[in-house]
Nanobody
Framework: QVQLVESGGGSVQAGGSLKLSCAASGLTGSRSCMGWFRQAPGKEREGVAAIDSDGGLSYADSVKGRFTASQDSDKNTLYLQMNSLKPEDTAIYYC????????????????????WGQGTQVTVSS
């Protein structure tokens, strides 16, 4: 059974930084891909960053140059370093994952991921 647990959310002033973590279990033995998504009040969930099973990274245009996604060496933890935060970054941030036998790449498409964490709140004040 795959489980994803996010942590690291909180409140910060504009221009500040936060680092989110997503601890994954149950993904071993397969090729996995993971992503970060966010959902602000009254808005649809949107992709933020993603890592495919070969380690390839992709980012939403709105966060390029400010956010960096990474994984630890065993690929059990996904991180999102968020710098130069803006009030419009305020949202619940979700970790997502999927797995495949060969290559996995969900990108910014939420429908490509079958496993989700419970989310962590990020609030950026001006």
């Amino acid at each position: 059974q795959v489980q994803l647990v996010e942590s690291g959310g909180g409140s910060v002033q504009a221009g500040g930084s936060l680092k989110l973590s997503c601890a994954a279990s149950g993904l071993t033995g397969s090729r996995s891909c993971m992503g970060w998504f966010r959902q602000a009040p009254g808005k649809e969930r949107e992709g933020v960053a993603a890592i495919d099973s070969d380690g390839g990274l992709s980012y939403a245009d709105s966060v390029k140059g400010r956010f960096t996604a990474s994984q630890d060496s065993d690929k059990n933890t996904l991180y999102l370093q968020m710098n130069s935060l803006k009030p419009e970054d305020t949202a619940i941030y979700y970790c997502a994952a999927d797995r495949a036998n060969t290559f996995c790449a969900g990108g910014q498409d939420s429908l490509a991921y079958n496993f989700w964490g419970q989310g962590t709140q990020v609030t950026v004040s001006s």
